[in-house]
């Protein structure tokens, strides 16, 4: 898969990825796994398409410089900092700046947000009953916050999350920052 | 040989144990208090050091260099304990030093003995060993004492009795101490354990004791505790065993600043440990006048052999790592099967039994990094659990509807026209799963996911199609 990813993308100037653990895996593991085929000529095309790839909010706040992409969005919304984003990408504050500077939105804090929510891949199948109490803690944090929308930056969180939300019929839905980003006074994402 | 850790290799496995902790409230409770607490003490004491990462890839480097020259340290280190009046003894595994101890405490007619809090003992299982040779061992930590007089087993590393909170643990001393009655606040059980130990310090000569480092310059021993129980053991009784696993070993004095800093503040949220006692071998009329080192290897030597797991060994037993799970927060220690519980537990468990036991525990972790972040000799425990389930995998213990799934999985994402298909044949699949617009019941394996959680649907259009239907602006 990491052949085909080099292949795909070998063309592209900038490759920007909405899953900080999908540029994870690419920056942290590729480089590793290009090493272990011992082929030197992957191991350059992998070095060589690193610069390239970004995070969604990396691209906007560090490479492009935009914090305020002159979205409406007129709810209240706690943000869920993601275990890769947090640990490996370092985002730090790009998620928020981006969120504070969208008009009507009302951010609040999320208790406990760098708890992970549980999910972990096939740790949520393997180990299903405790990444369901993870998952009880992170829902009953977003809860306590008041907020209607729960938005993040990796949708395998958002899905893990959003899952319990609605099975709970709690009200409170898991958007990605990008829909957010999305969305004008005239109306939501183009379609 | 007979490595074991424990009984991790008659433990149930994690997601089995897990299910059952997991439904007893008071005890989810409990972990949740008590690593809530260490946690905020452990954040205080570490932000106010500004060297912090400096001294954590300090303590890496030293620990790196020294696993690689293992060798000769040991050697350096049992010369000088021996010049300075000790004896040295080496154990392949748990049986063959069970069998030194056992052997050192019947050259005398003593039969008990006081231990000090150490994890080593448990993993060779010696308490057992010691009563089946008609010898009785006191724990005399209070956490240990609390899980020795409640029959219990250890749930984490530096606070073994974390699952206990202080009415449970005042029932076990009531009912085992056989006291007519007892307060409630912490001080009264302290109090209470304070009488039924110190009878037992002034009266029994022979101690054991782990240590949690070794200088090889000097030949000298380290332990470092709280309660000054350890101090106790460790110069009070006429013989002093400690039972030290050999990557404890550190390689100058001077090394010690390092780790002395790094290992309190980890641990309990200490800037310094209230009892740091080291001695090297015999001081003459004072303190014990036999001491024996039992070094133990156990399976040590076999991850030492793997240079990409073999930073395991590094680990300094401070217990961040587990108080800092979010999964260990949610069962507990005994989840792991193993004396060892959490990040560090799930590494170290299964390669100490050269993966032959405990596979499961590589997979109890969602992988997300908590633990790398507080270490503090920076082990990368998320890549080892990565690495020991590639091994898992390779060696074909992977169950086979995963197996199968995986190759699903492989087969699907290998090219865009095959993943399109994939979707399209879901699409169609699951439409008698929909219950408004969500998938309430997922069949198979997957059923744990549904049990709690909505599956989204498949989206009738995938981004490649809207994306191509969009066309070029």
């Known amino acids: 898969m990491m052949l085909r990813f080099?292949?795909?993308?070998?063309?592209?100037?900038?490759?920007?990825?909405?899953?900080?653990?999908?540029?994870?895996?690419?920056?942290?593991?590729?480089?590793?796994?290009?090493?272990?085929?011992?082929?030197?000529?992957?191991?350059?095309?992998?070095?060589?398409?690193?610069?390239?790839?970004?995070?969604?909010?990396?691209?906007?706040?560090?490479?492009?410089?935009?914090?305020?992409?002159?979205?409406?969005?007129?709810?209240?919304?706690?943000?869920?900092?993601?275990?890769?984003?947090?640990?490996?990408?370092?985002?730090?504050?790009?998620?928020?700046?981006?969120?504070?500077?969208?008009?009507?939105?009302?951010?609040?804090?999320?208790?406990?947000?760098?708890?992970?929510?549980?999910?972990?891949?096939?740790?949520?199948?393997?180990?299903?009953?405790?990444?369901?109490?993870?998952?009880g803690d992170k829902t009953r944090?977003?809860?306590?916050?008041?907020?209607e929308v729960c938005a993040g930056i990796d949708n395998s969180c958002l899905m893990q999350i959003g899952g319990a939300l609605h099975r709970q019929r709690t009200g409170v839905r898991t958007v990605h920052l990008a829909e957010i980003l999305a969305c004008t006074e005239s109306g939501g994402p183009p379609s | 040989m007979s490595i074991r850790v424990g009984e991790a290799a008659q433990a149930p496995s994690f997601p089995d144990a897990a299910k059952t902790l997991i439904e007893n409230s008071q005890l989810r409770r409990n972990v949740?208090?008590?690593?809530?607490?260490?946690?905020?003490?452990?954040?205080?004491?570490?932000?106010?050091?500004?060297?912090?990462?400096?001294?954590?890839?300090?303590?890496?480097?030293?620990?790196?260099?020294?696993?690689?020259?293992?060798?000769?340290?040991?050697?350096?280190?049992?010369?000088?304990?021996?010049?300075?009046?000790?004896?040295?003894?080496?154990?392949?595994?748990a049986d063959e030093a069970n069998r030194i101890i056992v052997g050192l405490i019947s050259a005398h007619t003593e039969r008990e003995v006081i231990k000090v809090k150490t994890m080593t003992t448990d993993e060779i299982q010696l308490n057992p060993a010691l009563e089946a040779a008609g010898i009785t061992p006191y724990e005399t930590d209070l956490a240990d004492l609390i899980v020795q007089l409640g029959e219990d087993k250890p749930s984490h590393i530096v606070?073994?009795?974390?699952?206990?909170?202080?009415?449970?643990?005042?029932?076990?001393?009531?009912?085992?101490?056989?006291?007519?009655?007892?307060?409630?606040?912490?001080?009264?059980?302290?109090?209470?354990?304070?009488?039924?130990?110190?009878?037992?310090?002034?009266?029994?000569?022979?101690?054991?004791?782990?240590?949690?480092?070794?200088?090889?310059?000097?030949?000298?021993?380290?332990?470092?505790?709280?309660?000054?129980?350890?101090?106790?053991?460790?110069?009070?009784?006429?013989?002093?065993?400690?039972?030290?696993?050999?990557?404890?070993?550190?390689?100058?004095?001077?090394?010690?600043?390092?780790?002395?800093?790094?290992?309190?503040?980890?641990?309990?949220?200490?800037r310094m440990n209230p009892y740091n006692s080291i001695w090297t071998g015999i001081a003459t009329n004072d303190g014990p006048q036999e001491f024996h080192v039992v070094l133990l290897d156990n399976g040590r030597t076999t991850i030492l052999a793997d240079?990409?797991?073999?930073?395991?060994?590094?680990?300094?037993?401070?217990?961040?790592?587990?108080?800092?799970?979010?999964?260990?927060?949610?069962?507990?220690?005994?989840a792991y099967g193993s004396i060892y519980a959490g990040p560090i537990g799930a590494i170290l468990t299964p390669q100490l039994q050269s993966m032959e036991h405990s596979q499961s525990l590589p997979y109890a972790s969602s992988l997300c990094g908590a633990c790398y972040e507080v270490c503090p000799v920076k082990i990368n425990i998320p890549e080892i659990l990565i690495y020991l389930r590639k091994i898992v995998v390779e060696s074909g213990q992977a169950p086979a509807s995963e197996r199968l799934g995986m190759k699903m999985a492989a087969f699907a994402l290998a090219n865009s026209?095959?993943?399109?298909?994939?979707?399209?044949?879901?699409?169609?699949?699951?439409?008698?799963?929909?219950?408004?617009?969500?998938?309430?019941?997922?069949?198979?394996?997957?059923?744990?996911?549904?049990?709690?959680?909505?599956?989204?649907?498949?989206?009738?259009?995938?981004f490649r199609e809207w994306w191509k239907k969009r066309g070029k602006r």
């Open chain 2, 159 to 270: 606070v073994p009795a974390l699952h206990r909170n202080r009415m449970e643990i005042r029932e076990i001393f009531l009912r085992k101490m056989k006291l007519k009655e007892l307060g409630t606040k912490a001080e009264d059980l302290a109090a209470a354990a304070r009488t039924y130990l110190r009878e037992k310090f002034l009266r029994v000569p022979i101690a054991i004791s782990g240590a949690n480092f070794l200088v090889a310059e000097t030949g000298s021993v380290c332990v470092v505790e709280s309660e000054g129980n350890g101090r106790m053991c460790l110069s009070l009784p006429r013989v002093l065993i400690s039972v030290v696993g050999i990557e404890k070993v550190i390689p100058t004095f001077q090394d010690l600043e390092v780790f002395l800093q790094l290992l309190p503040r980890s641990a309990t949220g200490e």
């Open chain 2, 307 to 334: 240079k990409t797991s073999r930073e395991t060994l590094a680990c300094i037993r401070c217990g961040a790592c587990l108080n800092a799970c979010p999964v260990y927060r949610q069962t507990g220690g005994h």
């Open chain 1, 6 to 135: 080099l292949q795909t993308f070998e063309d592209a100037e900038i490759i920007c990825i909405p899953s900080a653990s999908c540029v994870a895996m690419i920056r942290d593991h590729y480089p590793s796994i290009a090493a272990e085929t011992g082929d030197s000529k992957i191991l350059r095309q992998v070095e060589a398409i690193l610069p390239g790839v970004f995070e969604f909010t990396e691209l906007l706040v560090d490479k492009l410089g935009v914090t305020d992409v002159g979205a409406f969005y007129p709810h209240t919304v706690t943000l869920h900092t993601s275990c890769h984003s947090l640990r490996s990408l370092h985002v730090g504050e790009k998620p928020r700046r981006l969120l504070q500077a969208v008009r009507g939105l009302n951010l609040v804090d999320l208790d406990q947000s760098d708890q992970c929510c549980g999910f972990g891949g096939t740790f949520a199948i393997k180990n299903a009953e405790v990444s369901s109490a993870m998952l």
């Open chain 1, 141 to 147: 944090c977003i809860l306590n916050t008041g907020a």
């Open chain 2, 32 to 93: 949740r208090h008590a690593t809530g607490v260490i946690r905020a003490k452990r954040d205080r004491v570490v932000e106010e050091l500004p060297d912090w990462q400096e001294l954590r890839n300090a303590a890496q480097s030293i620990k790196a260099h020294t696993l690689q020259y293992l060798d000769s340290y040991l050697l350096q280190f049992e010369a000088a304990c021996i010049a300075a009046g000790g004896k040295v003894h080496w154990a392949a595994d």
């Open chain 2, 417 to 462: 026209s095959r993943l399109g298909q994939a979707q399209k044949l879901v699409r169609i699949m699951q439409k008698p799963l929909l219950q408004d617009g969500v998938i309430r019941n997922l069949p198979g394996m997957l059923a744990g996911w549904s049990a709690t959680r909505d599956f989204p649907q498949v989206p009738q259009e995938s």
